[in-house]
Structure formats: C-alpha cells, structure tokens
C-alpha cells in the first residue's frame, strides 16, 4: 500500500467506490435498526456485545480464508490508535450523544465529519481541497440541513452534552480516516476489522456488563433479527468494506461518500418505523448524493 504524493491528483478507484457504497448502505440501514434495538437493550451493552461477536465471526472467517490474524509487534500501538478513534470513541460518544439529542441531529452533528476530515487530510496528507471537493461539502450538508428542515441544530444548554459528545465523537472518526492514509495498517481487510472491532468493542461491552441491566428474555423477534443485522452486516460487511474503501480511495472522498448514510438511515426509517418523509427528507436525498458525485469526480 502506497501513499499518495503530497499535492497531487488523487485517483479514484472504482473498486474503492463499490465498497464505499456498501458500507454506506450497511451502515444507513443501521440507524433505525438500532433505534428500535435501543428500545429492547441499553446502549452500551447493544453496542458491545454484538461488535464482540462480529469481531470473532471475522476472525473465523480470516481463519477459514487462510489469512492469518498476526500482528507485528510495531504495528499493535497504531492498530489500538486506530480502534479507539474508528469504533471505540464513534460507538461510546454516539451512543451517549443520543441521551440528549434526537437522533436525527444526533446523525447530523456526527456525519460533520468529512469536514474535520477534509481539513485533516491537507496538513496531515498533502490533500489539497479542491473546488469540487467544496462544492461536495456544501451540497451534502446542504442536504443534511434539508433533513433538519432546514433550520439546522438548535442549540441548548440541555442539548449541550449531546453535541459535544457527538461532534467529538465525529472528529474522532475523521482523525482515524486520516491517519488510516498516513499510517496503513498492513493486515488484509478482514483481519484488520476484526482486530479494530475488537479491541474497540470489548471495553464497552465490559462496562455494559457492569452498568446496564440487559433482559435479554424481553427482546422480541424483531430485535433478535435486527440484532443479526447489527452484528452481521453493520459490523462484519459494513466494515470489511469501509476499511477495503479507505485502502482505495483519499481520506476525504470516503469520508464525504459517507455522507449518504444519514440519507438512507431517514429513508429506512421512514419506511420502517413510519418517520416522517416530506419534502425535507426528499430535498436531502437529492443535495446529498449530488455531494457524493461531486466528490467522486474531484
């Protein structure tokens, strides 16, 4: 794996493009598979127990690939750096974030972070941002304010802890998209996702154990089958192919091609949960993915 030249054109690879469509495809149908989730199990322990299955159903898979799960000692510090600031701090922070804020600013204030990601990538990579690239930015948040409708976060001191909690949590992620490019982990996908949802998943799932109180005899059909789906697909498939995405396309195009989940998640939710689906989220839809094209063909 090779970095790119500081300043020069990044090439967008269409394998990259395929991969970054499934995972955000994977990880938009999560938002409400976890909003119902969150009604059956407490946050932490829905959020850890199923990325500590999901890290050993890809650790078997490598095994049964013949891929090996060993890590070269000097590459352990950025492998846990990297599962901190990809799993472990997005999956804490946005869990918390959503004691205090709905989740439709909750998924806005996170997918801020092609922003940070952006203006990461320039001191950290040598990526420059073009004008298309900033037009992408402009018409994907344009699009997330449409899901607002139009009016943005309102702040409050009451909401206050949600919005620190997310934005940090989002700058946490950015910074992990970045430093993905700066320093790669040599590990095949697989392996890779395992080990960084791994480590990033069983902390919590160990305090989940401490301060939750799971009824699991309670979860209802429905949840088991979305439970499959959080484990599964969001943590297995979804993934595998963000970190396959990452290896093939610039830190800030993929963060921005990420923008398309919060979009999905409202049109899944709509459709699944009966969520509002007017003209807003019709209006997000289109600024969004015109974002997305813009920042593939930057």
Avoid at 94 to 101: E, F, T, V
Avoid at 139 to 145: H, P, Q, R, V
Avoid at 157 to 169: D, H, N, T
Avoid at 196 to 202: A, K, L, N, V
Wanted: glycine share 10%; charged share 5%; hydrophobic share 60%.
């Amino acid at each position: 794996m090779t970095l790119q030249t500081p300043g020069a054109k990044s090439r967008i690879a269409p394998a990259g493009l395929m991969f970054l469509a499934i995972t955000s495809v994977g990880w938009g149908f999560n938002w409400p598979a976890t909003k119902y989730l969150i009604g059956e199990l407490p946050p932490l322990t829905l959020r850890g127990a199923t990325g500590v299955i999901g890290a050993s159903l890809l650790a078997i898979l490598a095994l049964m690939r013949g891929q090996s799960l060993r890590v070269r000692p000097d590459l352990w510090p950025r492998l846990v750096l990297a599962a901190v600031l990809n799993v472990m701090g997005w999956m804490v922070l946005m869990g918390l974030a959503l004691l205090w804020l709905p989740a439709s600013e909750a998924a806005l204030i996170a997918y801020t972070m092609p922003v940070w990601a952006a203006l990461l990538a320039w001191p950290v990579l040598g990526e420059r941002p073009t004008l298309l690239r900033t037009l992408a930015l402009v018409m994907a948040f344009a699009g997330l304010a449409a899901i607002m409708g139009g009016n943005g976060v309102t702040a409050s001191v009451a909401k206050l802890p949600g919005i620190i909690m997310a934005l940090v949590g989002a700058m946490a992620f950015a910074l992990g998209t970045v430093l993905a490019k700066k320093l790669p982990l040599p590990l095949p996908p697989i392996p890779a996702a395992a080990w960084q949802i791994g480590i990033g998943c069983f902390p919590v799932a160990v305090v989940g154990l401490l301060i939750d109180t799971p009824h699991w005899n309670e979860v209802t059909p429905t949840g088991w089958l979305l439970l499959f789906y959080s484990t599964v697909i969001q943590f297995c498939v979804a993934y595998v192919a963000w970190f396959a995405a990452l290896a093939r396309l610039p830190a800030s195009v993929a963060a921005i091609g990420t923008m398309a989940v919060p979009v999905i998640g409202v049109m899944a939710s709509a459709l699944a949960l009966h969520e509002p689906l007017g003209p807003g989220q019709i209006a997000a839809l289109v600024f969004t993915l015109a974002g997305v094209v813009l920042a593939t063909r930057s």
